[in-house]
């Protein structure tokens, strides 16, 4: 039998990386993935397929849209190809869980492939092919999270789809039914509209992207609305029917008065669900908390002390980067180091466009918890290169601590806003003052520039452009 200082079951952002991390400290490593290609949720059906459509069907809505007037004429009509749009965005997925395997072979990392069982707390059953079984000293539980459904639908995978279906869909939807106006409704919804379908949301909060500040709800509400998407907030889903090739949605609204949806294509993106099935995580004396996730302590231990969880299949934001982090600082702290992980600090990103991006306390965070603070806020319309690239909507806010000007959150919507989040990530790991990013140079011109005039707001009302 084949025994491992570590074993990780799963090969997701969070399993493949701390298999790295441990095979860098000199620990022999062994990961299990029960499909036959490595990456996990975000590289086979989540971050990745859903960037490549995002990008695609950007590019369409840019050529139908925008083109003329940048003086680019394309003769005859732009159609699209959405068999080729699915294909460029397998091919995508391909390459880069290619380039996993690539990573475990460099690292000298075993791959196995199946179903990893625990038999007990140091052996685990593999089944695949065959049945193997391996001796692990130590175990790290990395097995993700799958669609969450409300108890009444019934996801048929034609019609009535999650986000996995919606990433390979044969067809155009003609109108798309969106429940749940979060990150994936959003992002999936914005594709398929920008290709010509009909786009409704139904959230059932008061407002979309409900976990993020209020002002970037706001923002990206009037920006969707302007891009016809039709959002309706504050209704409750009771039941969704298919007949035929309709799906019939049936919502109370906030007033209690029932409203119908009717189209041909119903996305489910009401959140995910953490697994651990087929995991028979008891044979260990690994315990679930009441919400099936795998409960840990702070050093991501679970309640056995030779196994550790991390990413979406524990508490927490369910985001590649933060399952990134902990699978770095579960290796770490196997090999005896004492890593930190800043959860404040994990930035939040919604990849329509214009892009909503975040890291920090919210506006509500900050009241709920008594804090006083000011605000910096800066308008994308300002910069001259919003300008050149018709990018106008949005803005930048800075909350500093009233007192000591310490920044506190950063809160943008706007063009490139998943690449400007890494600025305000680094000011906020230094601790910086609002004063000391308004008096650092930004290139001009840039789409950064916003941050530093909402700082300069933020100091002492001192933005530049506006
Ligand atoms: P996962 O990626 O879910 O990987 C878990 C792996 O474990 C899977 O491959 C599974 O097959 C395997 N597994 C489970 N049980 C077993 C077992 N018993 N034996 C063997 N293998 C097993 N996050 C972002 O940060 N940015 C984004 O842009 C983004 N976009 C997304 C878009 C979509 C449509 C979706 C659905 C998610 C998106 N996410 C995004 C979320 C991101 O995919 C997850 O947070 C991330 O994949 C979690 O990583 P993980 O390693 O914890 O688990
Ligand atoms: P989510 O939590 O982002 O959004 C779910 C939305 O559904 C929320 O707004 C919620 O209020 C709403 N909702 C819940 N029950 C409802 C009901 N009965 N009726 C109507 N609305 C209801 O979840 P998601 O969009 O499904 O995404 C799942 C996870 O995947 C998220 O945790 C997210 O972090 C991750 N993800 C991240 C990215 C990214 O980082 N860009 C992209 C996609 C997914």
Known sequence: ?????????GSGPGGYVAAIRCAQLGLKTAIIEKYSTLGGT????????????????????????????????IPGDIKVNL??????KQSVVDQTTGGIDFLMKKNNIDVFQGLGSFKDETHIIISGEKETEIEAKNTIIA??????????ISIDKERVITSTEALKLKEIPKHLIVIGGGVIGLELGQVYKRLGAEVSVIEYMDRIIPTMDSGLSKELNKVLKKQKFKINISHKVKSVERKGDEVIVKADN????????????????????????????????????????????EHLQTSVKNIYAIGDVIKGAMLAHKAEEEGVFVAETIAGQKPHIDYNLIPGVVYTWPEVAAVGQTEEQLKEAGIEYKVGQFPMRALGRS?????????????????TDEILGFHMVGARAADLIAEAVVAMEYRASAEDISRMSHAHPTFAEAIKEAALAATDDRALHV
């Open 83 to 88: 068999k080729q749009m699915i294909a460029r």
């Open 254 to 297: 906030k007033k209690g008065e029932e409203v119908e949806f009717k189209g041909d294509y119903c996305l489910v993106s009401v959140g995910r669900r953490p697994y651990t099935d087929g995991l028979n995580a008891e044979a260990a004396g690994v315990k679930l908390n009441d919400k099936g996730q795998i409960e840990v302590n």
């Open 143 to 152: 097995t993700g999270s799958k669609p969450s459904s409300l108890p009444f």
């Open 1 to 9: 039998m084949n025994s491992y200082d570590v074993a990780i079951i």
């Open 42 to 73: 975000c590289l086979n059906v989540g971050c990745i397929p859903s960037k490549a459509l995002l990008d695609s069907s950007h590019h369409y809505e840019d050529a139908v849209k925008h083109f003329e007037e940048h003086g680019i004429d």
């Open 387 to 403: 300008r050149a690239s018709m990018d106008l909507d949005g803005f930048v806010k800075i909350l500093a601590d009233k007192t």
